[in-house]
């Protein structure tokens, strides 16, 4: 999280923003993030910054497979995932690792 | 502080590195980050900057005045698209490490594992039985004390300790200040043993060529199939204390079925450091991607 706040703040400042209204994250469904533990380590590390205050907004992602043998993308929720027309595991992972910062709302 | 688990909060122990091992440090590190990213703005503005509207309606006027820091404050407000990764920083640090190691023909491992499930005997055993076939250095990440480091100082290797405090994995960055501490002329194998954690060291390159998982006979099958993303990532699965797989009543065609589930492209060995079995095709492995190393590098003779 302080690596989100940090790159957040960088980039407020250089947008000259006195304010930081929310922080958009878009988070995979397979990055390994826990929603809560990033809240709470937000709420930890804000007061005294730009964002304090803020909201944390977060974008979920599905995860994207691709299946070679039937050339195809599917989406699931977890790693051991298995294509559903063949039925077998891809690891062949298109999307779902995303941790981004993806927008600020500032003033 | 990490993404994943948020340890390492401010405030709290600072990361110490300390280095015993013969370390002559003379490096010159001349980085200078070139930046150039551009941001897109968007900005939403709503209605300039007047702050009264005033109009008629038959023949008498009505002044509506809207507040005026409320005006200035929604005139001022906008979204900045960023669309950047958070892991970039270390993504980038790990790459430059990567380089580093590539140019002087290192092989490097990233030794990942929970606690207890055998990293450090495993890797004193590894540099005791590659002799001189190999020459290798250790860098050691815990969260307090510098056992590990002291352990694996009697393998005779050079060994740099880093302690994280209250961060729970290794990173790129950690590891590049770690590289100033240690002699790195004439080694061939530099060997990371990772904080003992399957979670969070997962998401944190640190420009390794290969990501060593222990899993230890101990720990039960299903070790891989609780903990994916790590399983996942690695390169070689160690399954570690097979002497004592009979008295846990390890199934080992379980494991390794589970292993191959998540991690389809991982080289599996079996072995006790212990007891010496198994490490022969782990060092032989080593040497050959050592060797492989070498001829693949046309800068390397």
Partial sequence: ?107 | MCKDCGCGLPGETPIGITGHGHSHPHSHDHTHDHDHEHDHEHSHTHGGRVHSHPHSHGGHTHDHDHDHDQAIAEDQHRTIEIRRSILEKNDRLAERNRGFFRARGLVVLNVLSSPGSGKTTFLRETVKALGDRLKCGIIVGDLATDNDARRLRESGAPVVQITTGTVCHLEAEMVGRALRQMDLGGLDLLIIENVGNLVCPASYDLGEDFRVVLLSVTEGEDKPLKYPPMFNSADTVIISKVDLAEPCGFDREAALANIRKVSPKAQIFELSAKTGVGMAAWCDHLVEAHEDRRNEDPFLT
């Fill in chain 1, 1 to 107: 999280m302080d690596g989100a706040l940090s790159m957040a703040l960088e980039r407020a400042r250089q947008a000259g923003a006195v304010k930081v209204f929310v922080i958009r994250l878009r988070i995979g469904a397979l990055s390994g993030v826990v929603p809560d533990a990033l809240q709470f380590a937000f709420e930890a590390l804000a007061p005294g910054t730009l964002a304090e205050g803020a909201r944390l907004d977060l974008d979920f992602v599905p995860a994207r497979f691709w299946c070679e043998t039937c050339q195809s993308e599917f989406q699931a929720d977890n790693m051991l995932a298995a294509c559903p027309i063949c039925q077998a595991p891809s690891r062949n992972l298109r999307a779902g690792r995303e941790l981004e910062l993806a927008s600020l709302e500032i003033e």
